[in-house]
């Protein structure tokens, strides 16, 4: 881990700062949804609700608001919460292809909500948002002082994940994936787990969401829509379900394929649809799952 934070520390100086911060946030939002399908066996495909409720309101937030960036994006997350609180409430009660069809269904409502309500401007969306000044030390303007802002929010964000997989909660999630009938008759009530990992799964995601929003000063319907949920599904198998750093390679994996395929004349969808067809038949448990796999076999 301490090898990949000095290359995130150093990238800036080689490659583009905007594009990845865009992968950062993505990374956090495939980590967000990894905890809740990785460790909670819980299927949503309605995470954009999440991530694009937070945008919204972090983009409202700082320029109608006029409110720093750190209270901005803790207004975003906050936002994020409650609504995860909301839908989870809702879903939790149903499992398997029934829950997924719940967050789908209530992640549509939220995007006819961002369609409609006056404040997001419809299909403009909410432009030209502010960074301002982090803590009102740092200048957000410059580029790379808001690169190390989003690496610091991604950092912090990976390690509550992180912490808790590896607490005796996460523990419980585990069991929860793997046989929750079991876990249930040792007396876990499994839909309070399942509720606490979804509403911290939906506030990461709105932090991600509310970070995306200053990084490209921008909020629009594209955040809410069915296919960033897809997008992020996309993300979190392509770098293996259930590991940890899984999500952030399966994140930077598609958004350097869309960044890059983007100028040519290549459809991307087909290209990336194609890779994680070809993906699945080789390696089944993702990028970093099957390279986990061969580790272990080898130490055998």
């Known amino acids: 881990m301490g090898g990949g934070l000095l290359v995130a520390v150093i990238a800036p100086f080689l490659l583009y700062p905007v594009f990845l911060m865009k992968v950062l946030c ?22 954009a609700a999440f991530f694009g409720s937070a945008a919204y309101v972090t983009a409202h937030a700082a320029k109608v608001w006029a409110l720093p960036p ?6 975003g997350t906050a936002s994020a919460a409650v ?40 299909e403009d969306g909410i432009q030209a948002v502010p960074r301002g ?49 079991r876990a249930i008759s040792l007396g876990y009530r499994t839909e309070r787990y399942k509720l606490v990992a979804f509403v911290l799964s939906a506030s990461l995601a ?28 996309l993300m979190t198998l392509l770098g293996g379900m259930g ?17 890059y395929l983007a100028a040519t004349s290549l459809p991307v969808p087909v290209v990336i649809g194609c890779i994680f067809v070809v993906c699945v038949l080789v390696f089944r448990k993702g990028i970093v799952g099957e390279i986990k796999h061969w580790f272990e076999n080898r130490s055998k």
């Open 26 to 47: 993505f990374a956090l939002f495939a980590c967000a949804f990894n905890l809740l399908i990785g460790f909670a066996g819980l299927m949503s495909f309605g995470h």
């Open 70 to 75: 750190e209270l901005a994006i803790l207004a």
């Open 83 to 122: 609504l995860g609180l909301a839908f989870g409430a809702l879903a939790i009660r149903r499992q398997g292809i029934y829950f997924a069809m719940i967050t789908l269904a209530l992640s549509q409502m939220v995007f006819f909500l961002a369609l409609q309500l006056p404040f997001t401007h419809g």
């Open 133 to 181: 000044t982090l803590f009102g030390l740092f200048d957000l303007t410059d580029s790379m002082t808001m690169y190390y802002s989003v690496l610091a929010i991604f950092v912090a964000g990976f390690a509550l994940v992180w912490r808790t997989v590896h607490s005796p909660f996460g523990q419980v999630l585990k069991a929860i994936r793997e046989n929750e009938p």
């Open 206 to 233: 709105g932090m991600a969401g509310a970070t995306k929003a200053l990084v490209f000063q921008l909020a629009s319907l594209t955040d809410v829509t069915w296919q960033m949920s897809g997008e992020v599904v």
């Open 243 to 259: 590991t940890l750093f899984g999500p952030v390679v399966g994140a930077a994996l598609v958004v350097t394929l869309e960044s």
